[in-house]
């Protein structure tokens, strides 16, 4: 695997900020019930003018800005999302098209549900970058709002609509450790056609909280018998922002100390493929990802996938 080290973070949140009193008027519920259950206050829904593509590429400008490169020097866009605007063209073509990525570059989606992100590492640790566009854009992004069942309290509570993007050095030497898994399993949770009428999320809720808990703990484990890291080598541990529950419940089991383990989804809910980036955007922000910071970032979806990852900044 190649070396890729983020030398660039954005990201893209829509302005309608809905609270848990906001849902409590549109589903039975309230806000007692959905913090108690999930950690979650509330999560920001796409308004007019604002969609997949436009959050994506709001996050795409800053992660560019603040790689201080140019947009000629990416070679590859690559968008993990499960919410495309279009059927084609992709998601990653349309940022192409919107920002003004160099014509003739890869761009391409990746489907992996919330794991989308560690996917997207997963496949540029093995692309050998052109010298003269050596950075790649990923990013994650999705508007979940458009496929979410407002009658349902059991998954309407917990999603949110978001973007976050990073600029990528390739072939930086050194090896890059990543690692991706499926399990197919659609039943416990899916999304029948979105693009038609009455395509919503549905998801097992208890069993998603054992997959995923099972996954992250293998995740753990296959980074300390196949490489030289621990847990403890790590600056920080950011897991995907599905349910506080699961977090904390890995966080006892793996003994991870709150300081590193850094946690967003009070206010934006779960974002599925933004989520793990959108916490690495807030870490970037307030400067704690310095050179030579080591993250480890795990994340589990429907598929069933997961993965991870350590990126070093």
Request: with cysteine.
């Amino acid at each position: 695997m190649n070396g890729l080290k983020i030398v660039g973070m954005g990201r893209g949140i829509p302005a309608k900020r809905v609270t848990n009193d906001d849902l409590s008027k549109i589903v039975e519920t309230d806000d007692e019930w959905i913090r108690k259950r999930t950690g979650i206050r509330s999560r920001h829904f796409c308004g007019e003018g604002e969609s997949n593509t436009t959050m994506a590429c709001e996050a795409a400008l800053e992660a560019v800005k603040n790689a201080g490169i140019s947009l000629s020097q990416i070679g590859i866009c690559v968008a993990a999302t499960l919410t495309t605007d279009y059927v084609f063209p992709g998601c990653a073509c349309r940022i192409q098209e919107a920002i003004g990525l160099s014509d003739g570059i890869p761009c391409f989606d990746i489907n992996a549900a919330c794991s989308g992100f560690i996917y997207g590492l997963y496949i540029l640790s093995g692309v050998r970058s052109d010298p003269e566009k050596p950075y790649a854009l990923l990013v994650g992004v999705e508007q979940l709002s458009r496929i979410m069942d407002m009658n349902d309290r059991s998954t309407c509570v917990l999603f949110g609509d978001g973007a976050a993007a990073a600029v990528i050095k390739m072939d930086e030497g050194g090896d890059f450790y990543s690692h991706v898994a499926a399990r197919g399993n659609t039943p416990i949770l899916h999304c029948e056609g979105m693009h038609q009428e009455g395509g919503y999320i549905y998801m097992a809720g208890r069993d998603v909280f054992t997959f995923a808990v099972e996954v992250v703990e293998k995740e753990v484990a296959r980074l300390e018998e196949t490489t030289d890291y621990t847990l403890d080598d790590m600056d920080y541990v950011v897991l995907h922002q599905a349910n506080e529950r699961i977090i904390r419940h890995i966080q006892k089991k793996k003994n991870i100390p709150d300081e590193k383990l850094p946690i967003n989804i009070y206010e934006l809910g779960n974002t599925s493929a933004a989520s793990i980036p959108l916490v690495l955007y807030e870490l970037w922000t307030a400067g704690k990802l310095t050179p030579g910071k080591k993250v480890f970032v795990s994340g589990f979806g429907g598929g069933l996938t997961w993965g991870s990852a350590v990126i070093e900044f």
